[in-house]
């Protein structure tokens, strides 16, 4: 069967994909640019919206590698793929999805069996990074990168339309590098001076992302914990990476641009909730954790945020990955 793919947003930045029109088995689409970054695009033909309500719910979540987040563990933790059955997601935003292309649409076949559409980037290093989204809604256009030279490659950036029921809209998976201490050993320096240089040109490209003429918000593993409340130990962690004075200066003047961290907009006074911890030690146990992972919304969406919640695990066995899952619903 043949499948028109859909179109660029009219005000989408300058390296938007160039769809083209396909033929594949199985279902699912698979989509390459004709020009810049490849990416792939897996999902049912659609005749309409999948959203019957008002409002719309998106998701984020570090899986920690996609083929691991999907292993059935123990009847009570069925992994990545029980936690979407149950889960009431429209868009679900993944990061360090360390897979190729085959591997992840092996790894999620039965929820695009279902219905979902998926769009990833894999990076040019095997088993590193790696971000997608994961969607009912159909998606109308999708990019890759963010127009990086050095960074679009390590596929930790991209970006898709749809129509939501609130109108048009554009989801992004952002995967920001860890970056490391600030001290004078070479692997560090270089760890260092790479976060350094993604936040100067990814912030770049932020301010004229929330410049669009729709609905934005990037989700994702930001590895940056903003303000003190953002971690729980964060006397003990003031030189380390993920909470260096520069880090969390970024993350403020993002929010000073008109940006909105929305769980933070809407539980401004909670310790938390935190979204990652270590699989090391008692962390989980002691909910000695950090929040890294944020919905970050421009205006337009912000202001229709109504619930924002963490969906962490009830015990230290039950997880399928080292974050939790974190939700919002904009009405």
């Not at 793929?81 to 990061?95: E, H, I, K």
């Not at 920001?176 to 692997?187: D, I, M, R």
């Not at 760890?191 to 934005?216: I, P, Q, S």
């Amino acid at each position: 069967m043949d499948l028109v793919l859909g179109h660029c947003a009219a005000d989408a930045n300058e390296h938007c994909s160039h769809l083209v029109q396909v033929q594949l088995g199985k279902g699912y689409i698979k989509q390459d640019e004709k020009q810049g970054l490849p990416y792939l695009w897996y999902g049912r033909t659609t005749t309409a919206s999948t959203l019957l309500s008002v409002s719309i719910t998106i998701s984020t979540v570090n899986v920690n590698g996609i083929r691991a987040a999907v292993r059935h563990r123990s009847e009570a933790n069925r992994g990545l793929l029980a936690w979407l059955a149950t889960a009431d997601s429209d868009v679900v935003l993944l990061q360090e999805v360390r897979a190729d292309e085959d591997q992840a649409r092996d790894a999620l076949a039965p929820v695009l069996d279902d219905g979902w559409q998926f769009a990833m980037s894999s990076s040019v290093v095997k088993g590193h990074a790696g971000v997608g989204v994961l969607s009912r809604v159909p998606l109308t256009g999708v990019r890759a990168g963010f127009g990086s030279d050095e960074f679009d490659a390590t596929a930790r950036y991209i970006e898709a339309d749809l129509d939501s029921a609130l109108g048009p809209m554009t989801v992004a998976s952002l995967y920001l590098p860890k970056g490391a201490a600030a001290t004078t050993v070479p692997k560090d320096v270089a760890k260092f001076d790479e976060k350094a240089r993604f936040l100067d040109e990814f912030g770049g490209y932020l301010d004229r992302l929330r410049r669009r003429r729709r609905h934005v918000v990037v989700g994702g593993d930001w590895n940056i914990a903003h303000a003190e409340a953002d971690i729980k130990n964060w006397k003990g962690n003031l030189k380390s990476p993920g909470f260096l004075p520069h880090e969390r200066t970024w993350v403020g003047g993002l929010l000073d641009a008109g940006w909105s961290d929305v769980m933070r907009d809407l539980a401004p006074g909670e310790e938390g909730p935190y979204t990652w911890w270590s699989w090391r030690g008692k962390a989980f146990d002691n909910d000695s954790g950090w929040r890294i992972d944020y919905q970050l919304a421009n205006k337009s969406l912000a202001k229709r945020a109504v619930k924002a919640t963490v969906d962490r695990a009830d015990a230290y066995d039950l997880r399928w990955s080292d974050h939790a899952p974190m939700t919002v619903v904009y009405d």
